[in-house]
């Protein structure tokens, strides 16, 4: 199963940032936080993952708290292409587990 | 941009029947996933598979179900007597480094619907 809690749907107005709320409170200290988006019925797309330290790359920025229990993927200018759901999934392993993720609404 | 390509996109079979979903991963990878999305549901993990042996599989996976890469470049699913509840978009994926800290490549999918 997966080890995360995520709100199952959220509303965005388009330009403003989006931030994605993920508790995984009972992460080890070896595991990563990964974020996955997953666009209508397309295959999953990798956006970032981190450690301990905050992560940014040219889709969006991963904040985590010092204690690690919790993280928040930030969208820094949604558009309407940034209409999907998002899954934060820690990961164990060699594999993904996904959970049910977040919708996210991209209000025009 | 290289990527996971899968065919066939969409495949019709009748109950009972074996299918089979061919999945081409990005050339240097390692690591190789199946996993499936029925209609409104979550994305379930099947099986992974490396150095051409299985490296994990999940509760779905059970023996109806194998994989094997025959040519070093396809990664196939095999499905032996499709049942109803087959009916699912079938995600292969890839990876080129191990474990924990490298990024899963997933292809578009393959949708099964069995009659």
């Known amino acids: 199963d997966a080890k995360t809690t995520q709100p199952p749907s959220m509303d965005c107005a388009e330009g403003r940032a989006a931030n994605l709320p993920c508790n995984h409170s009972?992460?080890?200290?070896?595991?990563?936080v990964y974020w996955y988006r997953q666009i209508h019925s397309q295959g999953p797309q990798y956006i970032i993952h981190g450690l301990k330290n905050n992560e940014t790359n040219e889709m969006a920025s991963l904040i985590i708290t010092e204690d690690r229990k919790s993280s928040t993927l930030i969208l820094p200018h949604a558009t309407l292409r940034d209409t999907a759901v998002y899954y934060c999934?820690?990961?164990?392993?060699?594999?993904?587990?996904f959970g049910k993720g977040t919708r996210l609404h991209i209000l025009p | 941009e290289p990527e996971v390509t899968q065919t066939p996109s969409h495949q019709v079979t009748q109950m009972g029947q074996e299918v089979i979903l061919r999945c081409v991963p990005i050339?240097?990878?390692?690591?190789f996933y199946w996993y499936r999305q029925i209609l409104g549901q979550k994305v379930e993990f099947l099986v992974s598979f490396y150095n051409n042996e299985i490296s994990e599989k999940s509760e779905i996976f059970d023996d109806q179900f194998s994989v094997e890469r025959p040519d070093g470049s396809n990664f196939t699913l095999k499905i032996r007597s499709t049942k109803l509840e087959d009916s699912a978009m079938y995600f292969c994926?890839?990876?080129?480094?191990?474990?924990?800290?490298?990024?899963?490549?997933f292809g578009e999918g393959s949708r099964l619907t069995v009659l």
């Open positions: 994926a890839s990876q080129d480094t191990f474990a924990n800290t490298g990024e899963l490549f």
């Open positions: 050339s240097n990878h390692l690591y």
């Open positions: 999934i820690v990961r164990v392993g060699d594999k993904i587990i």
């Open positions: 009972t992460i080890s200290g070896n595991e990563y």
